[in-house]
């Protein structure tokens, strides 16, 4: 059965204290895993799609990262307006699986 | 800015009223969907419009009735909701492909609210 878990469900961090966002996935035949940022009352913004075991992108103080089990999401040096919901959305061989987001508060 | 438009941005409706919600895309996007959010949830699918066409309905109650009069907009037209409806309401368009492929572009949102 195809499913995406992100975890952890929130995590609040002190301003410049690095960490990581995971998303686990089984799903058959990976078409696209995707990153997305989402602020309160707005709609997701993507941020970064990867296609297979190995890649990585990289955006500011984000990066992404890919195996064939899950797709890590660090946070370097985060500021306050990283603050947002994190999701990730799996593409199968049929649909798009988006996980719970991971709730990102980072604290001056 | 987002390149998606939605309109409005809130609508308050009774159960017994008819209202619509546009979304709009000059990305020359061939793809959009409509999505429903509930708060602190994913993303859920409505419905899918590749080149025109409905080409995926979620198994949604008929009182939310979906068109794409072109390519670059989007209705959902909406109906004899209940209150279990109110939620934020997504727009998104993406290149050919369902969104399988390339990335997803949403709107903000028209947050409706069912009285």
């Known amino acids: 059965e195809d499913q995406v878990t992100q975890s952890p469900e929130a995590l609040r961090l002190q301003e410049g204290e690095s960490s990581s966002l995971n998303c686990s996935y089984t799903v058959s035949g990976l078409r696209g895993l995707f990153w997305y940022r989402q602020d309160p009352g707005k709609g997701p913004e993507f941020l970064f799609t990867?296609?297979?075991a190995g890649e990585e992108k990289e955006k500011e103080r984000l990066k992404a990262t890919l195996t064939k089990k899950e797709s890590f999401l660090h946070i370097t040096a985060p500021k306050p307006e990283d603050s947002a919901t994190y999701l990730c959305a799996v593409a199968g061989a049929n649909n798009l699986f988006f996980g719970t987001g991971t709730r990102l508060t980072v604290i001056p | 800015d987002t390149e998606v438009t939605q309109t409005p941005k809130h609508l308050v409706m009774g159960m017994t009223n008819k209202k619509s919600l546009k979304c709009e895309q000059h990305m020359g996007h061939r793809a959009m969907y409509w999505y429903k959010q509930k708060a602190k949830k994913p993303p859920e699918l409505m419905f899918v419009y590749s080149y025109e066409k409905l080409s995926i309905n979620e198994s949604v109650p008929s009182r939310f009735s979906p068109e794409c009069p072109n390519s670059s907009l989007l209705n959902l037209h909406l109906h004899a909701l209940q209150p279990e409806d109110s939620a934020l309401y997504l727009c998104a368009s993406s290149q050919a492909g369902q969104g399988l492929y390339s990335p997803l572009h949403f709107g903000n949102g028209t947050r409706l609210t069912v009285t």
């Open positions: 990867l296609y297979s």
